[in-house]
């Protein structure tokens, strides 16, 4: 991690009489909470600037001559300062109070923020019991905001902190005060229902009720909560959130200031998106198919029937006759035993699970080049970078939170960005990261490969490059700058659409950076080429000398809670939990030794290549758990005909989900909510998951089931309870050990780089370093099916919070290219190619670019359909969220 | 009656004169600008302003030439010049009269200033209701423009100096000079605090400096005549020049007069204004402007300049005098500008924002009759808790009505509230004001 390389100048002064020394710029109000003195205050929050507008905070400072706004006031060598010891100041703070108190209304019996309400706290410690407002109190009309934030203008205290937030942190500038006085409220900027990011944020910064969530509105007082403090379980980002239950009921989500690795800041889905757990279809029994139906069983037959026909299988065909695959939304000590459970008492390697979606790529470029499966950067760095790149990472809905770390660092520290993405620079609903790029590349869905591509020649062409580095692999760097001093600037031209001066400007900036890191998202790792374009952003790094850098690194975005987890617990076949190959000796005996139990010799297989296995025959068993290929993938890719041959199919599931629907039996599991265990952020950062609820119906934990399977199957394989599964892990991977408040970043080795730049960069160096093929017709669309702020994966289209704010999919446009092919909001639109046709209504975005339409993934049933399947060669990871499309208007209905 | 060298309203009093770049150059317009680009260096112009002892005629008062020394050095810039032309101090309207019968004179000492600071860029923020002078200003810079006092190269030398008219939307505060600088950044007109100061942190977090109309105009005059010969005029060595002091209220003839600092009041509404509008007598003045308290007719006497004004308890501020003659209910002006206040509040901090309500109220039963014992005294706490406690001067300035009239004119408040409490039945006790 980048630390400060200068000391900090410390200021020594006196608060309430209590001596402390501080760094110089500290502010007094942040000075006195060190030492104790809580200073009370409205309007100062530690995540915005300072705005000394409710003056409660004032205190007495010796040789000033008027009170002082302590938010605001830099502590000064030798200043004295009385807060709680100053009459004058404890005066002026009742006064504050009873001006506030002059117009708020006595709402607390109705009020959702009674009982963690400042105005209380505060009107508790220093007013009079009595208020001597003797007029008319201003009243605004109670109106609708939104369907998920409710706003009661009349206890609005005006210190801005919504304002403030939304603009400062979250960069999306969705509210603003209209009107003057004590007719100022707080409304949507412009005249409308508020439309933003519904990141909560607003509601949780509210010190008092005027913002409130919809959600949970009227269900609780706070102090009938109960608190359970846990991991969200929607990406990979990995927010600290507080479960607020009632009753075994789920009452509402919220995130403490300054907690997790988010800092209390959430997303839509985090804050709104629990109410999945609780969702009316949830699995309670488990099933067994009779004939066309399912029917109720208890868990003893189910089980049974399980293990029986599994042991049939294997001794019938063998152990790789059975395939499984696991969710990245599992803990990682249900993934750790699943993938025990198929190693160790089914006999097989052929495991895979949603890392394979895309994440693969990230970890395994990691690895092939510096030898470390986790980021070697963390949050913070990002946040203390100079220079940021983001390629393909659409952040702001795929991974808000390390998005707001990137707004932090531009906004509050003078980063300068540079995007390769498919968007626009444009005004939205919700923020839009290359708005504060200070360049921005903007590509087709199918242009990334190429801008990659120029931005390296950009760096080579001007001699951005390491000296010390290319003086020690001479070979690999003049092989790569030949190769992209090959490519042709008007072809680089040609295929993005950008001139050679955009791509050397910002190799200008990312050349100057000092503490350097590389975003990459699913725009890149999802798209064909997705690893080789990975493993161009990782030559990049070796290039300019960065890759050793303390603070420096690639940070490929998990789009899954526990993803990263996945591919750590050994969910991907040839991968042993811990990271080692599969092909390992060594590994594999320690492994075995540990368990008693010998580790299978066979190789392990990915999906698609079960995919295949099972359209041939060769898989007759599969063992899904919370995956849905049946939903996930696009019939392109053979995963109908694959699974109509499984002849035994077995889902573990929360919902009967479609492929649930196809199977022989199925188990219901308990969600995030209902049990502990951990989930590994895209940091690499392990934390604990807690159980806020019990498990719904007769759901259970899944590595409680697969531990139940292993007793039917004559081959016990038990844990008392999940810390005993923790422990094992942490004994067996010494990785795994941290469970402090931040990660520890992986060390990139420099065996491993030499390793690269010797030899292993030679193997895929001439398919990497050339253009794609590119043959788009004019009228064609490039339709890319991505992810939603408000949405993740088909999970969370059972949150009823997320439903209201996008409950269907449309196609989205820039207004200009609707308008040139004669549509508007709301037409539908015929959109076909050779795979086949769908009829969609259009939605307009300015922040898509001309040519390009976006679907969300998470609505796409149909239009899956035209999705194209492809493979990557090296990772097997399968492509399919790109197509070519034809657009038609139809008539109006 | 003592005659005064006009030195500001001079070209305008000539018949005949339009104000056009054309009349303004037949003047003597345009000279100083050119001496300063010739012969003098940055340093020098703000050494001549310092020497002239002018200080901001915007109603604060802060010496100029010491405010341009503020600007730093060695920052890489840009730097700003913000010429305050917001002028909604009640009772005040010279600003509007030196920018619609003579634009250039100010022009031309925004153009001196911005070569002083090292400022290429700067901006008029006028008030949105002067559309007839950001008219005639817009039109008086393209005639700067195209006679190359403006734009690049100005006059040959390679500076750039650029001046643009940007209108306000109708708010008092943005004559805050932070506030002033939020909405010329387009955001909304909110006070900021201070510090920073605008000379550091101004205009877009750059250094700045922000000056009113009638303190543009006299920059070219001091160019021409020497800093010293300005410091000769008016009340020396802290009140220099003159001032174009806005007479207003009952009195025969109420307009703009410039005349040198120090005059006594007695001389300024009696000779230059005329004298009352009938036979009732002065019964009390306010002097700077509705920020600034009342005086009464003890105060006569009292040298119109920053020092003896503000011993006498009051503020030189805008030099809006406005004279009230005896029958004037003290009680009803108080209310009168406190409904200013109140309407103008922007509502950014809690005394202020709170107080403004709540002090209106309560003037407002009392003036209808339907005040209450204990009213004085929470006007007493709540100005009390009102004053220096707030983001910006209007909390001072909204205070001075209540606080000077309660002070001269308290039996006027008790006589409202006896009559009050003798007529009006307890169940009748309804505050009037709904907002």
């Known amino acids: 991690m980048a630390t400060q390389a200068t000391t900090k100048e410390m200021v020594t002064l006196t608060i309430d009489g209590k001596s402390t020394s501080v760094p110089k710029g500290t502010l007094v109000i942040e000075a006195a909470r060190q030492v104790g003195v809580m200073v009370p205050h409205f309007c100062y929050h530690p995540k915005l600037s300072p705005d000394a507008n409710c003056r409660m905070c004032l205190v007495e400072i010796e040789k000033m001559p008027r009170l002082q706004t302590s938010c605001s006031t830099p502590v000064a060598e030798g200043m004295v300062v009385k807060s709680s ?177 988010n800092n209390g800041d959430l997303c839509a889905r985090g804050y709104f998106g629990y109410h999945v757990s609780e969702h009316p279809d949830r699995l309670t029994l488990p099933l067994i198919k009779k004939g066309n139906e399912f029917q109720p069983v208890q868990w003893e037959d189910a089980l049974e029937l399980v293990g029986q026909r599994l042991l049939d299988i294997k001794a019938k065909h063998g152990a790789d006759a059975i395939g499984g695959l696991i969710s990245g939304r599992c803990t990682n000590e249900d993934i750790y035993v699943f993938q025990k459970f198929m190693r160790g008492v089914v006999g097989t390697n052929r495991i895979d699970s949603s890392v394979r979606y895309g994440h693969l790529n990230g970890v395994h470029a990691l690895q092939r080049v510096q030898g470390t499966y986790r980021w070697s950067v963390s949050f913070d ?155 161009n952003l990782l030559d990049l790094l070796l290039l300019t000398g960065k890759i050793m850098t303390p603070g420096c690194g690639l940070a490929p975005l998990a789009e899954e809670n526990n993803d990263q987890g996945a591919f750590e617990m050994g969910g991907t076949g040839a991968v042993l939990p811990g990271g080692a190959s599969l092909g390992d000796p060594e590994a594999r005996n320690n492994l075995s030794q540990a368990w008693g139990r010998p580790i299978p010799e066979t190789p392990g297989s990915s999906l698609p290549q079960m995919i295949e296995d099972a359209q041939q025959g060769k898989l007759k068993a599969l063992f899904i758990v919370g995956e849905n290929p049946l939903s996930s993938l696009p019939p392109s890719s053979g995963i109908h005909s694959a699974l109509e041959k499984v002849e035994f199919l077995v889902c573990q599931e929360l919902f009967l989900t479609e492929t649930a629907q196809q199977a022989q039996v199925v188990l219901p599991a308990s969600s995030y909510a209902e049990k502990d265990g951990t989930f590994t952020n895209t940091e690499g950062h392990i934390q604990s998951v807690r159980k806020a609820i019990d498990p719904v119906g007769d759901s259970r934990p899944d590595w409680e089931i697969f531990s139940a399977l292993s007793v039917m199957m004559n081959d016990p394989m038990e844990y008392e309870d999940v810390k005993q599964i923790g422990k094992e892990i942490r004994n067996l991977f010494p990785g795994t050990r941290t469970l402090g408040p931040a990660p520890l970043p992986a060390q990139p080795d420099s065996s491993s780089i030499a390793r690269y730049v010797t030899v292993d960069y030679q193997r895929d160096m001439a398919t990497r370093y050339q253009l794609p093929t590119n043959t788009t017709e004019t009228e064609e669309i490039t339709l890319q099916v991505s992810q939603s702020l408000f949405h993740s994966g088909k999970f969370s289209r059972k949150a009823k919070g997320l439903l209201q704010v996008e409950d269907r999919g449309k196609i989205y446009l820039h207004p200009e290219e609707a308008a040139r092919r004669g549509v508007g909001e709301g037409d539908t639109v015929k959109v076909s190619n050779s795979l086949g046709e769908v009829i969609v209504p259009v939605g307009l975005r300015e922040r898509i670019p001309q040519g390009v339409a976006v679907f969300p993934e998470h609505f796409d049933e149909e239009v899956r359909r035209l999705l194209p399947y492809s493979i990557d060669p090296e990772t097997q990871v399968p492509y399919y969220k790109v197509a070519r499309v034809h657009f038609e208007k139809l008539a109006r209905q | 009656m003592a005659e005064y060298e006009k030195i500001l309203l001079k070209n305008m009093e000539q018949p005949g004169y339009s104000g056009s770049l054309a009349d303004y150059e037949q003047a003597g317009g345009y000279q100083a600008f050119r001496k300063v680009l010739n ?148 955001k909304r007109g909110m006070p900021r605090f201070k510090p920073p100061f605008p000379a550091t942190h101004g205009l877009y977090q750059k250094p700045t400096v922000v000056n009113n109309v009638e303190t543009m105009a006299n920059i070219p005059h001091i160019i021409n005549r020497g800093g010293e010969w300005f410091a000769g005029i008016g009340s020396p060595p802290k009140s220099c020049g003159t001032r174009i002091f806005c007479l207003s209220g009952h009195v025969k003839r109420p307009g703009n007069y410039e005349v040198p600092m120090g005059i006594p009041f007695r001389e300024f509404i009696y000779d230059v204004g005329g004298g009352m509008r009938s036979d009732k007598p002065l019964k009390a003045f306010i002097p700077g402007g509705a920020s600034a308290p009342f005086l009464t007719p003890d105060h006569l006497d009292v040298k119109m300049d920053f020092e003896a004004v503000a011993m006498a308890g009051s503020m030189l501020g805008s030099g809006g005098v406005t004279v009230m003659e005896e029958g004037t209910s003290m009680v009803w002006a108080a209310l009168r500008l406190m409904e200013f206040f109140y309407h103008e509040s922007c509502g950014k901090c809690t005394p202020c924002r709170e107080g403004s309500s709540w002090m209106t109220q309560i003037l407002q039963r009392i003036w209808n009759k339907r005040g209450r014992t204990g009213d004085l005294e929470m006007l007493d706490e709540l100005c009390r808790n009102i004053a220096g406690r707030t983001v910006c001067a209007f909390g001072e300035a909204e205070v001075g009505p209540i606080q000077s009239t309660l002070k001269y004119f308290r039996h006027e408040y008790e006589a409202l509230i006896r009559e009050a409490e003798a007529t009006m039945p307890r169940s009748k006790e309804i505050p009037v004001m709904t907002h």
């Open chain 1, 381 to 535: 760095d990002i946040v203390s970078a100079d220079t940021l790149l983001l390629v393909g990472t659409n952040i702001t809905e795929t991974n808000p939170i390390t998005g707001l770390k990137v707004k932090e660092a531009v906004k509050r520290r003078g980063a300068k960005l540079v995007t390769i993405e498919a968007l626009e620079t444009a005004i939205g609903t919700i923020s839009n990261i290359v708005n504060l790029a200070q360049h921005h590349l903007g590509v087709k869905p199918t242009g990334y490969a190429t801008a990659i591509l120029g931005l390296l020649k950009a760096v080579v062409d001007q001699g951005l490059l390491d000296g010390e580095f290319q003086a020690k692999s001479p070979a690999y760097f003049n092989d790569v700058s030949a190769r992209l001093q090959a490519l042709s600037w008007d072809s680089i031209h040609g295929q993005t659409g950008l001139a050679s001066d955009a791509f050397k400007q910002a190799a200008q900036v990312f050349g100057r950076g000092k503490e350097v890191v590389i975003l990459v998202g699913p725009g890149v790792l999802r798209a064909a080429g997705g690893f080789g374009m990975t493993m």
């Open chain 1, 85 to 261: 010891t100053s009459t004058q100041a404890q005066e002026a703070r009742k006064s504050v109070l009873d001006f506030i108190l002059a117009n708020h209304p006595l709402d607390c019996p109705v009020c959702d923020q009674g009982g963690r309400c400042d105005l209380q706290d505060f009107s508790h410690e220093y007013t009079a019991t009595t208020s001597r407002f003797k007029e008319l109190k201003r009243v605004f009309q109670k109106e609708y905001f939104s369907p998920l934030i409710e706003t009661q203008m009349n206890r609005c205290v005006q210190c801005l902190r919504c304002v403030r937030y939304c603009d400062q942190v979250m960069d999306v500038k969705a509210l603003a005060p209209v009107g003057r006085g004590t007719l100022t409220e707080i409304k949507a900027f412009g005249a409308h229902e508020l439309d933003c990011e519904f990141c909560g944020g607003c509601v949780q910064i509210c010190p008092v009720g005027a913002i409130t969530s919809r959600l949970s509105m009227y269900e609780f007082r706070p102090w009938m909560l109960k608190r359970t403090d846990s991991v969200c379980g929607y990406c990979g980002d990995g927010c600290q959130i507080t479960f607020q239950t009632k009753n075994n009921d789920l009452i509402e989500v919220n995130s403490t200031q300054g907690s997790g690795r």
């Open chain 2, 39 to 186: 012969d003098m260096q940055p340093d020098q112009v703000i050494e001549e302003v310092k020497k002239s002892g002018l200080r901001g005629r915007g109603g604060a008062g802060f010496p100029t030439g010491v405010k341009w020394g503020f600007i730093p050095k060695d920052h890489p810039g840009p730097r700003y010049l913000c010429c305050n032309a917001d002028e909604s101090e009640p009772g005040t309207f010279k600003d509007r009269q030196l920018m619609e019968r003579d634009p250039h004179q100010m022009l031309e000492g925004m153009a001196i200033t911005c070569f002083a600071i090292g400022a290429e860029t700067s901006y008029v923020y006028i008030r949105g209701e002067f559309r007839l002078g950001a008219k005639i200003l817009e039109k008086a810079v393209q005639e700067a423009k195209a006679a190359g006092y403006l734009g690049g190269n100005v006059l040959g030398t390679g500076r750039t100096i650029n001046i643009h008219v940007h209108a306000g939307a109708g708010a008092y505060i943005c004559g805050e000079e932070t506030a002033l600088l939020e909405s010329l950044e387009g």
